[in-house]
């Protein structure tokens, strides 16, 4: 039986440790290793010296994929939904094999190891990433990205700036359109879900459904919003929060669906029918939206298509960087679906 790993080779210096030690850019570094010549031979001396005082040994099985004559993109990713992760697996990959491209996955646990592992990739051949929520709105990341000249692709983010395009829905019209549904069921007290606040969908969708709220003369109460973070077990607590009220919500729209499916257990346990006596509506349609009872009325975000489109604009931007030609920096919007299952219903005769 192997030994297990102790917990100082698992922290092994990273890419970026070397680049802080040599105070050079982390892709400066990827160039050092790969022996490339546009390094300045000083600076050469300083990153050879740096990987020596530190130990740092090089992602050889990556650096190897280097050399071959294709593509190499990486995968950055840090999502706690599995049924959403698994959608956006399948369109990476299925799109990457037809453009003979390599995908080299990584996950991240913590933002504070998204730098290293993003600078890993790199250094490892990867010449270009993409990038889910909250991992692509990090400052570090933009600024790595920056710095280094790498093309990037943020899926599911509204956030194109500098080396990263962006591929999403209109997550504001989307919530804006579910809340305007609900209240023309007849509901008069829709409590919300946020998603987690440092993406930057979770503020569009709340905008939307704030805005909705407004228009349909309704009351924007407080109240009626719980803060979740696009986990099953915070939609547990935020709906126990809504359920809670003396004045209970007739509906709730959680900012996804494994959110929404959280709330329909919690109904359940306080002996609420949905939707008799409670709608209950989600949001990205994954396979988790079909698979419970009753199915979920949600907002259907291509997940799938997102992920190819993504996959097909990074390769667009790694062959015109090859080619040395100026890469465009854009947002791509795909069209959402708001799809109608067995989750929601007019209020309660006494509510209405």
């Known amino acids: ?91 990476g990959l299925e799109q990457a094999s037809r453009h003979n491209a390599q995908l080299v996955v990584e996950k991240c646990d913590s933002e504070r190891d998204a730098e290293s592992l993003a600078a890993r990739l790199m250094a490892g051949g990867v010449e270009g990433l993409l990038m889910t929520p909250p991992l692509s709105d990090l400052p570090q990341i933009r600024e790595l990205l920056r710095s280094s000249d790498t093309p990037a692709v943020a899926i599911a983010s509204e956030c194109a700036r500098d080396q990263t395009s962006a591929i999403s829905i209109d997550d504001y019209s989307a919530a804006h359109a579910m809340t305007r549904y609900i209240a023309e069921l007849g509901h008069r007290r829709i409590g919300f879900i946020t998603g987690d606040d440092k993406q930057v969908a979770s503020g569009r969708r709340l905008a939307g459904y704030r805005d909705a709220l407004r228009e349909a003369g309704l009351p924007d109460d407080d109240a009626l919003i719980a803060k979740g973070l696009f986990t099953y077990r915070s939609g547990l607590g935020a709906a126990d929060q809504l359920l809670a009220l003396d004045d209970r919500p007739t509906a709730i729209f959680a900012s996804n669906d494994d959110m929404a499916a959280a709330t329909v257990a919690i109904a359940h346990r306080r002996g609420l029918d949905v939707p008799a006596d409670l709608t209950v509506c989600g949001f990205d349609d994954t396979a988790l939206a079909t698979t419970i009872w009753p199915e979920l009325t949600t907002i259907h975000q291509p997940i799938l298509a997102m992920a190819r489109a993504a996959v097909d604009l990074l390769v667009e931007k790694i062959r015109a960087q090859r080619d040395g030609e100026a890469q465009e920096c854009r947002h791509q919007l795909l069209d959402f679906t708001l799809v109608e299952r067995q989750s929601d219903a007019p209020p309660p005769h006494s509510a209405t």
């Not at 050092?32 to 099985?61: D, F, H, M, W």
């Open 1 to 91: 039986m192997k030994p297990r790993q102790s917990r100082r080779q698992r922290n092994a210096p990273t890419i970026s440790d070397v680049a802080r030690a040599a105070g050079v850019s982390p892709m400066t570094v990827s160039r050092v290793i790969n022996a490339e010549n546009n390094v300045r031979a000083k600076t050469r001396e300083s990153v050879q010296a740096a990987i020596e005082t530190l130990g740092y040994t090089p992602n050889r099985a990556a650096r190897s994929l280097a050399s071959a004559d294709q593509i190499i993109i990486g995968l950055l990713y840090s999502n706690p939904s599995a049924a959403y992760l698994s959608e956006l697996l399948v369109g």
